[in-house]
């Protein structure tokens, strides 16, 4: 069947046929093919390094002209990537018979290393970052990043975010989707999105301000049992496993229910209970509206 925006070029109204237009002048950018022979990974022409293209096979090439015409943002580009890959030293980049592959040295060291040699992440990561960290007068005044922190380690996460926000501060509207919910609270409007169908869109703390229930956080020795034991439990609405807690709802919200699941939990032979009140997070709000 596939989703209904699928279904964009067959609608004949004035407002699909506009947005349609749009969406056919946007650049999308897609580093996923980073396959042993993905052209981002070969050799590529000189001359051709003005703009990074949409599949990053030119990244050696327009790494090289920056190097040299356009020395910041290189430098900029070659913090980020510290940052995010703390062992990578610097590029080594230069023209083999009109051509440049992508090479890199890496700290302690001086041996150099080539695109063929880096892992998946490692590449996609530097092409990300070798897009967002050129002259901002190179990128359009809206950017649409699909997901661009999936398999990303989480301090990596937080330097990539960063980035973003200095991008914001230059003027350049940013659009992220993301299975981070963590990320989401980063922004400052998100749509939760379930099934192609927008859920709820606001601000990040009115989407948390419109929880309707007081939500609790608890734990115990065996959280397994614990959460097997609190859906079995009448008096429990709603429960789900977020890390070293469960989040529950009441039925009924009041101090005798609280002290009584604690009494139920002690016969139960439940050892170090810990019950408390929490400020719901964007995860458990869009869990909610889910169910």
């Known amino acids: 069947m596939g989703h209904e925006e699928a279904k964009l070029p067959e609608a004949t109204d004035e407002s699909a046929k506009t947005i349609l237009?749009?969406?056919?002048?946007?650049?999308?950018?897609?580093?996923?093919?980073?396959?042993?022979?993905?052209?981002?990974?070969?050799?590529?022409?000189?001359?051709?390094?003005?703009?990074?293209?949409?599949?990053?096979?030119?990244?050696?090439?327009?790494?090289?002209?920056?190097?040299?015409?356009?020395?910041?943002?290189?430098?900029?580009?070659?913090?980020?990537?510290?940052?995010?890959?703390?062992?990578?030293d610097d590029f080594d980049l230069y023209p083999e018979f009109g051509q440049i592959l992508l090479r890199w040295k890496e700290k302690g060291t001086n041996k150099?290393?080539?695109?063929?040699?880096?892992?998946?992440?490692?590449?996609?990561?530097?092409?990300?970052?070798?897009?967002?960290?050129?002259?901002?007068?190179?990128?359009?005044?809206?950017?649409?990043?699909?997901?661009?922190?999936?398999?990303?380690?989480?301090?990596?996460?937080?330097?990539?975010?960063?980035?973003?926000?200095?991008?914001?501060?230059?003027?350049?509207?940013?659009?992220?989707?993301?299975?981070?919910?963590?990320?989401?609270?980063?922004?400052?409007?998100?749509?939760?999105?379930?099934?192609g169908k927008i859920l709820s869109i606001d601000t990040p703390d009115e989407i948390v301000k419109q929880f309707p229930e007081n939500l609790f956080a608890v734990k115990a020795n065996d959280m397994s049992k614990l959460l097997n034991d609190l859906r079995k439990n009448n008096e429990i609405k709603t429960c789900n496993a977020f890390g070293e807690f469960h989040h529950i709802t009441f039925q009924n919200d009041n101090e005798n229910s609280h002290n009584e699941l604690i009494h139920i939990l002690q016969k139960a032979n439940h050892q170090n209970i810990e019950l408390k009140h929490i400020t719901p997070s964007i995860e458990d709000c869009f869990i909610k509206l889910m169910n």
Request: charged share 20%; hydrophobic share 40%.
């Open 21 to 88: 237009n749009l969406l056919r002048k946007l650049i999308v950018y897609q580093f996923h093919n980073t396959s042993d022979t993905a052209p981002m990974r070969l050799k590529w022409s000189q001359a051709d390094g003005r703009w990074l293209k949409q599949n990053g096979e030119n990244l050696g090439s327009f790494l090289y002209r920056l190097q040299n015409e356009e020395k910041p943002y290189y430098t900029r580009i070659v913090k980020y990537i510290r940052l995010v890959l703390p062992f990578f």
């Open 112 to 195: 150099v290393f080539n695109a063929g040699q880096a892992s998946d992440g490692m590449l996609r990561t530097i092409a990300l970052i070798s897009l967002l960290g050129q002259n901002p007068k190179d990128l359009p005044a809206v950017l649409f990043l699909d997901e661009p922190t999936t398999g990303v380690d989480t301090v990596s996460r937080k330097e990539f975010w960063e980035m973003l926000k200095r991008l914001k501060q230059q003027g350049i509207t940013i659009l992220v989707s993301t299975p981070y919910m963590d990320e989401a609270t980063l922004c400052e409007r998100i749509a939760l999105i379930q099934n």
